[in-house]
């Protein structure tokens, strides 16, 4: 049984350590076999924020599955450094409605698994920083989704919603068979092993409020998709130089971000990127013999996007994490039009033959970011104060959205009520939101930062304007 309400959980910022199952938004209720009453939340939207018809279809998607249905089964997630829950349809197939065939004999075949269903439903994140744990925090892909929208950004951040589910229901369906099969894979089996711990005790897991709701019958998480391929060396750095700070100042030696880092006009910065970054084998060789440079400017606008959120939301382990999904582009009666690759060569129906192959960055995995504990690599490898290309409108929400969090105006009041944060957090986004646009703000005001990322412009020109943005807008 579903039924959808309207949830408001109101309570203030100021209040310490609230439960972080508080969350705001359009919340559908189900019912588990044992009578929990499950909620999946659609949070509010951000004041300001931008969101498309697509983004509102997958939330509702999200929050349309009943994870108890014949059609739906559930695996564990056993192939990453982080425990997670694949759901999938089975509504047709060899598995057709057969739940518990499918949970019994598919779940081993592990990422195969999807080859045996008629597809995916979603992926089901949780909390997990225990020791020997990757890291992760399931508020941080909310925050990256809903702030991806405030900004209008062009990198591709996926949709998320939140989720809550029955205790011994994914104990039995999904954490005592995901530790049972997650032995050779140490850091995502210690994961699954700190689930089961809690989920028979949850004072085990502390702070327990990060995955239990606050009755403890139900863990919680968010529920997304995430489809894309793995970047290379091109975009994610050779990572040499081993975790940490060493392999975020890799990711600075890339083409893309070399370029963002040349203070000249973008073509030039384009083409010496480009030339800098081919000095590294292993970079030249994942980049291809022919890189446009409508592709570098697309990547330009992308990484500078990714490098903001991460800033303010102190992601610790986005190096080795973007992905991407290729795109035909071609101008057709003065318009760029595009579409995405069936294949990865030209040619691709109704695509003209001329159509460039463009890959478009997907921001995937976003959820090692919004605690406090975590490192951010960003901020201690100086990643924007090294930038001197950027979007004038990114630049001008980023200035209006700390006059907003400074003041407690709209969106402070829905960063610190919708998305269940504690108080320590909000205040981490208002101070590394803060300090962002400082940092930007005095490389602006020292005529240092062009505003030059308008990758639709370079393609339709081969050139771009910079727009004449002030630097402390009213």
């Known amino acids: 049984m579903i039924r959808t309400t309207i949830c408001f959980f109101a309570f203030l910022s100021a209040t310490p350590g609230f439960a972080t199952d508080a969350v705001r938004g359009d919340t559908t209720t189900f019912s588990s076999p044992n009578g929990v009453e499950e909620r999946c939340v659609r949070i509010a939207q951000i004041p ?56 019994r004999n598919a779940c081993k075949e592990g990422k195969s698994a999807k080859d045996l269903a008629e597809g995916q439903h979603a992926k089901f994140k949780v909390t997990m920083n225990a020791e020997g744990t990757s890291g992760t ?52 089996h210690a994961g699954w092993k700190h689930l089961v711990d809690a989920e028979t005790n949850p004072a085990s897991y502390s702070p327990t409020d990060d995955i239990f709701t606050a009755d403890r019958t139900q863990i919680y998480g968010i529920m997304t998709l995430s ?36 203070d000249a006009p973008l073509i030039d910065a384009i083409d010496t990127g480009l030339a800098k970054g081919r000095r590294d084998g292993q970079i030249n060789r994942d980049l291809g013999p022919d890189v446009p440079r409508e592709q570098m400017a697309y990547w330009m606008r992308e990484i500078s996007e990714i490098v903001l959120l991460d800033f303010i939301f102190s992601q610790q382990d986005r190096v080795g994490n973007i992905d991407f999904t290729p795109y035909y582009y071609w101008i057709e009666d003065g318009d760029l039009e595009h579409k995405r690759a069936k294949h990865h060569e030209a040619g691709d129906g109704d695509v003209p033959a001329g159509a460039m192959l463009l890959r478009r960055t997907n921001l995937n995995d976003n959820d090692a970011g919004g605690r406090v504990a975590y490192a951010n690599f960003a901020k201690s490898t100086e990643m924007l104060e090294k930038l001197h290309h950027f979007d004038g409108a990114v630049y001008e929400r980023l200035v209006a959205l700390d006059r907003d969090l400074q003041s407690q105006g709209p969106i402070y009041q829905w960063l610190s009520t919708s998305l269940g944060l504690k108080e320590r957090e909000v205040a981490q986004v208002v101070n590394n939101t803060a300090l962002a646009a400082g940092i930007l703000q005095d490389s602006c005001r020292a005529g240092q930062l062009r505003f030059d990322l308008n990758p639709k412009e370079f393609f339709l020109t081969g050139d771009v304007v910079p727009d004449e943005i002030t630097c402390d807008p009213a």
């Open 137 to 188: 925090y399931s508020a941080s892909p909310l925050l990256y989704y809903h702030f991806s929208r405030y900004f209008d950004m062009d990198v591709k951040v996926p949709v998320a919603v939140w989720r809550s589910m029955d205790v011994a229901m994914h104990t039995s369906e999904v954490a005592r068979p995901g530790l049972s099969m997650s032995g050779s894979a140490r850091m995502n």
């Open 227 to 262: 489809p894309g391929h793995r970047y290379g060396s091109e975009i994610n750095g050779t990572r040499k130089s081993g975790w940490g700070k060493g392999q975020n100042r890799d990711f600075q030696e890339t083409p893309a971000f070399l370029a963002l880092r040349e």
């Open 48 to 103: 300001g924020g931008s969101y498309s018809k697509r983004d509102l279809e997958d939330e509702a998607a999200f929050c349309a599955v009943d994870l108890y249905a014949d059609a739906v089964a559930l695996c564990p997630k056993t192939w990453s450094t982080s425990p997670g829950m694949m759901v999938y349809d089975i509504s047709t197939g060899s598995y057709a409605n057969g739940r518990v065939a499918f949970e």
